[in-house]
């Protein structure tokens, strides 16, 4: 029985926070991206998503390895990956009417010994052009590009180009045979903005580390409960099927959204979400009950998070601290979750609990930094 090790969830292509690669594509290139994983085995599998695509990608060959230096592989660790027996496959674009579930291509598995906490090394060649590529903005970790077919080569030269973002990559399972995962589902809080890149600080890197579980990552930077956006992926009453409760190995949901619902209309910061709809604290709850409600219909236990203070923040002012105060309180108080995860009191300054406690704080008001991710990390191991 395999096991989801990693994820990240999918995104249309577009500018994003930082440069990336995700309009322009690939041709005659290959894309070498490191994942770390948060259960170990001795076969492996990839996941691939082109959810967002227009037209099909064929992947003339693909590998994957244990994370040496940089772009380069464990000497000796490098296994081709397959695709239902074949060296290539074609990762067709997901259509609502399409037969092709969520625009996916799941390689084979193949035998690699993976300990939790390890990194792996995924290479994916195109030999003809992808267009557009469906890809999650802000990995926090370094990714590679070089010219040719380098999904055979260990070494790292001729991967002359990086990225910080991961492209049609979406999964990696293990055979740990385990059904006691954990998935974190929010914005770019959970996804780790504010930890150290390439550290592996963010708090489900954390969480993995002090419980032993596997820890799934389904934030997305600026993601909302309630709308769409064109850089912020899809709302999460809608996605939280394709990036949680599809993915194997999952028995518990822990929810922290709506940040961004409440804070987008305060700030002038964010010229790709205007208007940004006003939201009142009824609608966010609406929405959260249609988590609750999918996560249960799939069996999952589904904790819930109070939002972490934000005052001081470009996404603060007075109908936002109204809001998110009545947010909470309902988190909190209506027993609607199956339990309470308050990350909010957690991580308050004492002097002024709508602030972040100063230490916790990686500078801009809103979000953690590594300190503040490890006390996430460890009220949630508390919960669990």
Same mark, same amino acid.
């Given at each position: 029985?395999?096991? %989801?090790?990693?994820?990240?969830?999918?995104?249309?292509?577009?500018?994003?926070?930082?440069? &990336?690669?995700?309009?322009?594509?690939?041709?005659? +290139?290959?894309? =070498?991206?490191?994942?770390?994983?948060?259960?170990?085995?001795?076969?492996?599998?990839?996941?691939?998503?082109?959810?967002?695509?227009?037209?099909?990608?064929?992947?003339?060959? $693909?590998?994957?390895?244990?994370?040496?230096?940089?772009?380069?592989?464990?000497?000796?660790? !490098?296994?081709?990956?397959?695709?239902?027996? /074949?060296?290539?496959?074609?990762?067709?674009?997901?259509?609502? *009417?399409?037969?092709?579930?969520?625009?996916?291509?799941?390689?084979?598995?193949?035998?690699?010994?993976?300990?939790?906490?390890?990194? #792996?090394?995924?290479?994916?060649?195109?030999?003809?052009?992808?267009?557009? @590529?469906?890809?999650?903005?802000? $990995?926090?970790?370094?990714?590679?590009?070089?010219?040719?077919?380098?999904? @055979?080569?260990?070494? $790292?030269?001729?991967?002359?180009? @990086?990225?910080?973002?991961?492209?049609?990559? *979406?999964?990696?399972?293990?055979?740990?045979?385990?059904?006691? $995962?954990?998935?974190?589902?929010?914005?770019?809080?959970?996804?780790?903005?504010?930890?150290?890149?390439?550290? &592996?600080?963010?708090?489900?890197?954390?969480?993995?580390?002090? %419980?032993? =579980?596997?820890?799934?990552?389904?934030?997305?930077?600026?993601?909302?409960?309630? &709308?769409?956006? /064109?850089?912020?992926?899809?709302?999460?009453?809608?996605?939280?099927? =394709?990036?949680?409760?599809?993915?194997?190995? #999952?028995?518990?949901?822990?929810? !922290?959204?709506?940040? &961004?619902?409440?804070?987008?209309?305060?700030?002038?910061?964010?010229? %790709?979400?205007?208007?940004?709809?006003?939201?009142?604290?009824?609608?966010?709850?609406?929405?959260?009950?249609?988590?609750? =409600? +999918?996560?249960?219909?799939?069996? !999952? %236990?589904?904790?819930?998070?109070?939002? !972490?203070?934000?005052?001081?923040?470009?996404?603060?002012?007075?109908?936002?601290?109204?809001?998110?105060?009545?947010?909470?309180?309902?988190?909190?108080?209506?027993?609607?979750?199956?339990?309470?995860?308050?990350?909010?009191?957690?991580?308050?300054?004492? @002097?002024?609990?709508?602030?972040?406690?100063?230490?916790?704080?990686?500078?801009?008001?809103?979000?953690?930094?590594?300190?503040?991710?490890?006390?996430?990390?460890?009220?949630?191991?508390?919960?669990?």
């Amino acid at each position: 029985m395999f096991t %989801t090790s990693w994820t990240a969830s999918p995104q249309l292509p577009s500018e994003g926070f930082t440069p &990336n690669w995700s309009r322009e594509g690939f041709w005659r +290139q290959s894309l =070498r991206q490191v994942v770390r994983l948060s259960a170990g085995g001795g076969r492996v599998r990839v996941r691939l998503s082109h959810a967002y695509g227009t037209s099909p990608v064929r992947v003339a060959g $693909a590998s994957v390895g244990r994370t040496a230096d940089g772009a380069a592989v464990e000497p000796g660790s !490098l296994t081709r990956l397959t695709f239902g027996g /074949a060296a290539q496959g074609v990762l067709h674009p997901w259509r609502a *009417s399409g037969t092709t579930a969520r625009g996916e291509l799941v390689s084979d598995d193949v035998p690699l010994a993976v300990a939790a906490g390890e990194s #792996v090394t995924v290479t994916l060649h195109f030999d003809s052009a992808t267009g557009p @590529a469906t890809f999650h903005a802000q $990995a926090f970790t370094t990714g590679y590009r070089g010219e040719g077919d380098r999904s @055979a080569d260990p070494g $790292a030269e001729g991967f002359d180009a @990086a990225t910080e973002s991961w492209y049609f990559l *979406s999964a990696v399972e293990v055979d740990a045979g385990r059904t006691d $995962a954990v998935a974190l589902f929010g914005d770019s809080i959970t996804d780790g903005f504010g930890s150290t890149p390439g550290a &592996n600080r963010r708090w489900s890197d954390v969480l993995a580390e002090r %419980t032993g =579980r596997p820890v799934l990552n389904a934030g997305i930077g600026g993601n909302l409960l309630l &709308n769409d956006s /064109a850089w912020y992926g899809e709302k999460g009453v809608n996605r939280l099927r =394709r990036d949680v409760l599809d993915r194997s190995g #999952v028995d518990t949901l822990v929810v !922290l959204l709506g940040l &961004n619902d409440i804070g987008f209309s305060e700030t002038d910061e964010q010229p %790709t979400y205007k208007p940004a709809p006003v939201v009142e604290a009824g609608e966010l709850i609406t929405g959260h009950r249609e988590l609750i =409600r +999918q996560g249960r219909a799939a069996g !999952l %236990t589904v904790i819930g998070a109070t939002l !972490l203070p934000f005052g001081g923040s470009d996404h603060w002012g007075e109908r936002a601290a109204k809001v998110s105060h009545e947010l909470n309180e309902w988190i909190r108080s209506s027993g609607e979750y199956d339990a309470v995860v308050d990350l909010n009191r957690a991580l308050a300054d004492p @002097a002024d609990p709508d602030r972040l406690r100063p230490s916790y704080d990686f500078g801009d008001h809103l979000h953690p930094n590594d300190a503040g991710y490890e006390v996430m990390a460890e009220a949630v191991r508390a919960a669990l």
